[in-house]
């Protein structure tokens, strides 16, 4: 397993942006296909977007594309979300998650073995 710290998230109006971050620690990270969910109280952990090992593909819930960006530094440890013309729908705690073996990008939460704790992401209308 590995060690995710996710950062980056706060309070922001309805239009705005935010990067979130998840540094990772533990296993090798290059190696290691991301992801990011979130879940909004009252509601199940639904995926966001998610990165292969490479970082040559990426996948994107229907509700963010075009609007979130999913990358990777693996000379950082790191995994970014960069979030644009956020909403009020958007709001949400936001979790990083990886899992070994290379492949991806991966949509399904099971598929991943590791979690972060999570970075809060309010949106007011």
């Known amino acids: 397993q590995v060690r995710l710290v996710e950062s980056g998230g706060g309070l922001v109006q309805a239009g705005g942006s935010l990067r979130l971050s998840c540094a990772a620690s533990g296993r090798t990270f290059s190696s290691s296909p991301m992801g990011w969910f979130r879940q909004a109280p009252g509601k199940e952990r639904e995926f966001v977007a998610s990165?292969?090992?490479?970082?040559?593909?990426?996948a994107y819930a229907d509700s963010v594309k075009a609007r979130f960006t999913i990358s990777r530094d693996n000379t950082k440890n790191t995994v970014y979300l960069q979030m644009n013309s956020l909403k009020p729908d958007d709001t949400a705690r936001y979790y990083c998650?990886?899992?070994?073996?290379?492949?991806?990008?991966?949509?399904?939460?099971?598929?991943?073995?590791?979690w972060g704790q999570g970075t809060q992401v309010t949106v007011s209308s």
């Open positions: 998650a990886a899992r070994g073996g290379h492949g991806g990008p991966y949509r399904v939460a099971n598929s991943y073995d590791s």
């Open positions: 990165i292969s090992w490479s970082g040559g593909s990426t």
